[in-house]
Antibody, heavy 121, light 109 residues
Framework: QVQLVQSGGGMVQPGRSLRLSCAAS????????MHWVRQAPGKGLEWLASISYDGGKTYYTESVRGRFTVSRDNSKNTLYLEMNSLRAADTAVYFCATPVEMATTYYFDYWGQGALVTVSS | SYVLTQPPSVSVAPGQTATLTCGGP??????VHWYQQKPGQAPVVVVY???DRPPGIPERFSGANSGNTATLTINTVEAGDEADYHC????????????FGGGTKLTVL
């Protein structure tokens, strides 16, 4: 069965960096784009970033563009999110997710368990 | 960028019908997906592409989308339906295409 197991969350000071990982199994990881979604405490979901199946294309929401980098290692079936220059506003639970791609839309059918990132001094 | 608007909360008695809305400019031209999220858990898709249900989702959950409003309807609401519900679209005209609404907390009285 499909599994997405996340690691790398924790508490970090403002301005510092953190890397999240998402280890995938149970499906052909190298043939799917992958996505990151986050949820600040008590707030809604926010789509953050995506990466194409081969890593050749990446997309970011405006609030993290230039600070966050999504990457993948298809040989290890693992997705990464490198987060730099972290701010208090980045405090959230971060989810990786696999998409179902339809003609003109995507939705997310499998999610990681979430990783809490707390940015605080 | 495209914005989806959901009411923060909806309350309904058990056995009644809950209607959750998701508003956006001409949202009827997009495919809308709905997720249920219980505390401490990852979201689960309950309706995709406006009105389709994944396997295992009860028929009590249905969706519709027209004009500027998409709707998730939950018939014969049960206590276990209490959760946050999020709508989502994919805005192909944007370079950051994933868009979620702010979420609605469904309370079963």
């Amino acid at each position: 069965q499909v599994q997405l197991v996340q690691s790398g969350g924790g508490m970090v000071q403002p301005g510092r960096s953190l890397r999240l990982s998402c280890a995938a199994s149970g499906f052909s990881f190298s043939t799917y784009s992958m996505h990151w979604v986050r949820q600040a405490p008590g707030k809604g979901l926010e789509w953050l970033a995506s990466i194409s199946y081969d890593g050749g294309k990446t997309y970011y929401t405006e609030s993290v563009r230039g600070r966050f980098t999504v990457s993948r290692d298809n040989s290890k079936n693992t997705l990464y999110l490198e987060m730099n220059s972290l701010r208090a506003a980045d405090t959230a639970v971060y989810f990786c997710a696999t998409p179902v791609e339809m003609a003109t839309t995507y939705y997310f059918d499998y999610w990681g368990q979430g990783a809490l990132v707390t940015v605080s001094s | 960028s495209y914005v989806l608007t959901q009411p923060p909360s909806v309350s309904v008695a058990p056995g009644q019908t809950a209607t959750l809305t998701c508003g956006g400019p001409n949202i009827g031209s997009k495919n809308v997906h709905w997720y249920q999220q219980k505390p401490g858990q990852a979201p689960v898709v309950v309706v995709y592409a406006d009105s389709d249900r994944p396997p295992g989702i009860p028929e009590r959950f249905s969706g519709a989308n027209s004009g500027n409003t998409a709707t998730l309807t939950i018939n014969t609401v049960e206590a276990g339906d209490e959760a946050d519900y999020h709508c989502q679209v994919w805005d192909t005209s944007s370079d950051h295409p994933g868009v979620f609404g702010g979420g609605t907390k469904l309370t079963v009285l």
